[in-house]
């Protein structure tokens, strides 16, 4: 049986008095990449967010065994927890190099850190390309691409993914994604992924959650779920 890397049990979270998510349960194994579907609204982003503790919550949230529930944020981003935001993120005003070298600001191996953003560059060789250039002025996927590579720069145990390929054109989309199972089949770092585009969701992960309105109402092998014609029919939209 494959170790789990994070284990959540019983989730709740809110929004000042609404309650965004009724005791949720689910499992990201060790290298694997679960991926957790549902519609707007369903509570998909609020689950990343309260992983990483940036909103109330109750539950328990376990990394490797440790339970992170309740710590700072800073201090599950050290443990090597790092969250792609939906809508990217990055400094705007900073290159492209400034924003990989931030995403490495709690590591002290200088010399790594150096190696990591050649790293990053063979992985997106736009960002390369693009490196002394502000990131306000690249294009939408090349932002996405640079906020994927900056979350690396922690070297993280567990990526945190929200929503990324929201506003992308589908060759754009196609690419990252296909660049996100090189990088988890290289490095083998463990996905969280939430995802609109269900399809694509379904071919990157192992794993599958079905939010609804914060409830899981489904669960199995992303396989399982993606050759459900009723399942993807009714939930799925495709």
């Known amino acids: 049986?494959?170790?789990a890397l994070l284990e959540v049990r019983g989730l709740s979270a809110r929004y000042g008095p609404t309650q965004v998510l009724h005791g949720i349960d689910f499992v990201v194994a060790e290298a694997g990449i679960t991926t957790i579907l549902g519609a707007n609204g369903a509570g998909k982003t609020t689950t990343l967010r309260a992983v990483c503790n940036m909103v109330r919550n109750e539950g328990e949230v376990r990394l490797g065994g440790t339970r992170i529930d309740?710590?700072?944020t800073e201090a599950i981003v050290r443990m090597g927890v790092a969250h792609v935001p939906e809508g990217r993120g990055t400094f705007m005003n900073?290159?492209?190099?400034e924003n990989l070298r931030l995403g490495a600001h709690s590591r002290r191996d200088r010399t790594e850190v150096a190696v990591d953003c050649e790293r990053m560059y063979f992985h997106f060789p736009r960002l390369k390309e693009?490196?002394?250039q502000q990131a306000g002025t690249l294009s939408g996927g090349e932002q996405q691409m640079l906020a994927v590579s900056r979350a690396l720069m922690l070297r993280p145990r567990l990526l945190l993914l929200d929503e990324p390929?929201?506003?992308l054109a589908p060759q754009i989309v196609q690419y990252l994604f296909e660049i996100l199972r090189a990088i988890h089949e290289s490095e083998r770092i463990g996905m969280l992924l939430v995802e609109q585009n269900a399809a694509l969701?379904?071919?990157l992960a192992d794993h599958a959650y079905l939010l609804e309105t914060g409830r899981v109402v489904m669960s199995g092998t992303a396989e399982s779920i993606r050759c459900d014609e009723s399942i993807r029919r009714s939930y799925?939209?495709?």
């Open 1 to 3: 049986m494959t170790a």
């Open 201 to 203: 969701a379904l071919q």
């Open 70 to 72: 309740g710590r700072p």
């Open 236 to 238: 799925l939209g495709y």
């Open 165 to 167: 390929s929201f506003g």
């Open 130 to 132: 693009r490196r002394r």
């Open 94 to 97: 900073l290159t492209v190099e």
